[in-house]
């Protein structure tokens, strides 16, 4: 199916609370919250805003969390909110919880990307070639991964979790795409697995079957058979991008990703300087 570009046709949610209390990044960094933490000197949820605001895609942004008091220290975020530049909602329990909260506030027929606040390597190119991407799936919800031979050719001293599927490995990307009013069931999906994140695969197994997971476990499972096994079990049409853009697989979970995104903003800084 081939995609037409529509400027401004997804909304964005941004998940920007903390997991928890005394997240180690906010601590290392001396803030209230990871989102706030600055990488180049920028807090990380402002140069994610920045992108979505820059890219073609998006149209109204919103942040899930942090505390709304915590944000009206911040100048920048604080007059994007009051002049409803960005909206703000309260975060919920969990990730997954949150996401499901602010996806019941969007429009139904409204495509939604999902994103995290500390994805501060994300650009406008990423985000506009996901998009584009998904929509030109026909699936009803569309996740965005990386292959881990992308990221570690131009990061080859990062390390990466990723799934071993035939054809990859492949890294968590952290976007998300809504398509249809259909694909937001995958919210409460998402918190089954959160809730047994501790045995997530007892719920990934009851959902693939015995014999899909265990192929997948010798290595004879695609991410295409994956998800289409996935897409039969949920009744939603789950697709995936492959994206070609290594800094898509990385955020910032640890003082060693704050560091590290530190080293690739500054070295990314220094080439602009020296070309002519």
Not at 82 to 96: I, V
Not at 110 to 139: M, N, R, W, Y
Request: hydrophobic share 45%.
């Amino acid at each position: 199916m081939k995609s037409k570009f529509e400027p401004k046709r997804y909304g964005a949610l941004v998940l920007a609370a903390d997991r928890h209390s005394g997240d180690v990044v906010a601590t290392a960094a001396g803030v209230e919250c990871k989102a706030l933490a600055p990488v180049g000197g920028v807090p990380m949820v402002h140069r994610v805003i920045e992108t979505l605001q820059t890219s073609h895609s998006i149209g109204q942004i919103t942040l899930v969390g942090p505390d709304r008091a915590m944000l009206r220290k911040d100048a920048k975020i604080e007059h994007l909110l009051t002049s409803n530049a960005l909206d703000w909602l309260e975060n919920a329990s969990s990730p997954s919880a949150s996401a499901a909260h602010g996806l019941e506030r969007q429009p139904p027929q409204q495509p939604i990307l999902l994103t995290t606040a500390d994805h501060a390597l994300l650009s406008p190119a990423i985000v506009d070639h996901f998009l584009e991407q998904a929509l030109a799936s026909g699936c009803d919800f569309v996740v965005g991964v990386a292959r881990l031979d992308t990221v570690q050719t131009r990061f080859p001293d990062t390390r990466r979790t990723a799934i071993q599927l035939r054809g990859g490995p492949y890294c968590g990307c952290n976007l998300f795409a809504f398509m249809t009013e259909r694909g937001r069931q995958l919210a409460s999906f998402w918190r089954r697995v959160e809730q047994e994140r501790k045995r997530p695969w007892r719920v990934i197994t009851g959902a693939l079957g015995p014999i899909a997971t265990l192929r997948y476990l010798l290595g004879r499972l695609t991410l295409e058979q994956a998800l289409a096994r996935l897409s039969r079990q949920l009744d939603v049409k789950i697709g995936a991008v492959v994206l070609p853009f290594a800094e898509a697989a990385i955020d910032v979970d640890s003082t060693a990703d704050l560091l590290f995104v530190e080293k690739i903003l500054a070295q990314n800084a220094a080439e602009k300087t020296t070309q002519p």
